[in-house]
């Protein structure tokens, strides 16, 4: 206990609010104005903070969405604005804030948690490992010259919404690793920090076919880059219209860039490599839960198996230990026992869960175990399309 409250929690007042704001300016160097404005729009609610020798320490965000593995949406804890005080830096500070935080999110029954690090060692001490990858996708605007006009582009009315939504829902329930976005992150859709986005929807004769919310950065002289915070197309005559809308923007625009996974589907549809693709970042995952995040994910269907593990983590108990993975229809079932085949830590769970490596290649590096029958049969369990999000938190 600190003062009355406890070392970890919600800011209790408007000192604690302040503090936070003043540690997210410094770690993150950004105008005070900005942070604070940044503290409010997230909440006090969500906010946490350690509490060391009376004053704020640390301060972290989780953010409750959800994250889709095989066709099924698994309950994520996403962690934004993770933040020590300058003058209270490496003595822990920013482990024991994350151990409180991971307590909390497997107690509200999280099985899964994400994060963009900053740093590897910090989040692989509590249990994060490498599990999918946000790329930068960055084509040249005069190559989008589509001859299609037959879908009408406008721009988005808030009536539009509900048919936005479910149009990324449908989109992102079958992309690996895709976000079931809450409203943290839409807000960054619609919103970005710092910038205007406008909204623009591709309709057909059934309905909305598409979406696309763009922001336009000035660069040298009157040039612009289109940054996409967001896009969706359902049809293929939809995301040759979107082309040539944005292609539309190349007088004075010279690159369309957005990002996700390593193989945009629309980049299959340009005459030549005229664009670039790039890794901005490796995320990390946490698995909270092993049974729970085992049985909430999507398996391909047609493929049956038992995988028998060992799991070793040093946070949670209840994740020691022998499981069994039984795999028919599509469902996994988990029950604790087993020959424990394969031995494991936590961490390399996280990338054989997303299918970010297989598991021959977790053993070449030494992070698994198992016989070769084995790691063939969870290549085939844990096989899919290479986990990405295009979104940041
Ligand atoms: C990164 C940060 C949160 C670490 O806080 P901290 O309380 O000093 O961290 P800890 O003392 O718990 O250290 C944990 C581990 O993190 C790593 N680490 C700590 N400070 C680091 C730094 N400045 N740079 C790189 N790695 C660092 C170290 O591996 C450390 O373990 P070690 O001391 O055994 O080597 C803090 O330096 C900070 O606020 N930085 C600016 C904002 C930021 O980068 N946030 C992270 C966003 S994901």
């Not at 942070?35 to 509490?51: D, I, Q």
């Not at 692989?124 to 009408?152: C, K, M, P, S």
């Not at 589907?265 to 995320?283: C, M």
């Not at 049974?291 to 994910?297: D, H, V």
């Amino acid at each position: 206990m600190e003062r009355g409250r406890p070392a970890f929690g919600p800011p209790g007042d408007a000192e604690e609010q302040a503090a936070v704001a003043d540690i997210m300016a410094q770690a993150f160097a950004m105008p005070l104005a900005d942070s604070t404005a940044w503290v409010e729009k997230a909440g006090l609610a969500n906010l946490r903070v350690l509490r060391e020798k009376g004053t704020v320490t640390a301060t972290a965000l989780p953010i409750p969405m959800g994250q889709w593995f095989g066709g099924r949406r698994v309950a994520m804890a996403g962690i934004g604005g993770v933040g020590v005080a300058p003058s209270a830096r490496g003595a822990g500070a920013a482990t024991r804030l994350m151990q409180h935080t991971l307590q909390e999110l497997r107690s509200l029954g999280f099985p899964l948690s994400v994060l963009y690090p900053a740093t590897q060692p910090l989040y692989r001490r509590a249990g994060y490992e490498q599990a999918g990858a946000r790329f930068e996708i960055r084509v040249q605007a005069h190559r989008l010259d589509f001859n299609e006009r037959t879908l009408q582009v406008r721009p988005v009315s808030p009536a539009d919404l509900p048919a936005v939504q479910e149009l990324y829902r449908r989109y992102a329930s079958t992309r690996q690793g895709y976000l079931d976005r809450g409203p943290y992150v839409w807000d960054r859709v619609f919103h970005p920090r710092s910038e205007t986005a406008y909204g623009y929807v591709v309709e057909g004769a059934q309905g909305l076919e598409g979406y696309v919310w763009l922001v336009r950065r000035r660069k040298v002289d009157l040039l612009q880059e289109i940054f996409l915070t967001d896009y969706v197309v359902s049809t293929p005559t939809a995301a040759r219209r979107l082309l040539r809308f944005l292609g539309d923007h190349r007088s004075l625009a010279q690159e369309v860039v957005w990002t996700g996974g390593p193989m945009d589907p629309l980049l299959l549809l340009l005459r030549e490599q005229t664009y670039q693709v790039k890794l901005l970042f490796h995320w990390m995952m946490r698995v909270l839960d092993v049974p729970a995040a085992l049985e909430s994910r999507g398996y391909p269907a047609g493929v049956s198996g038992t995988l028998h593990l060992h799991v070793e983590d040093d946070l949670f108990p209840e994740n020691r230990g022998t499981f069994t993975l039984e795999v028919s229809g599509g469902t996994g079932h988990v029950q604790r026992g087993g020959g424990g085949l394969m031995s494991l830590d936590v961490r390399a769970l996280a990338p054989l869960y997303t299918g970010f490596l297989t598991p021959e290649a977790l053993r070449s590096v030494g992070a698994l175990v198992a016989d070769d029958a084995t790691v063939r049969l969870a290549a085939t369990l844990f096989s899919g399309a290479s986990p990405a999000l295009p979104d940041m938190f």
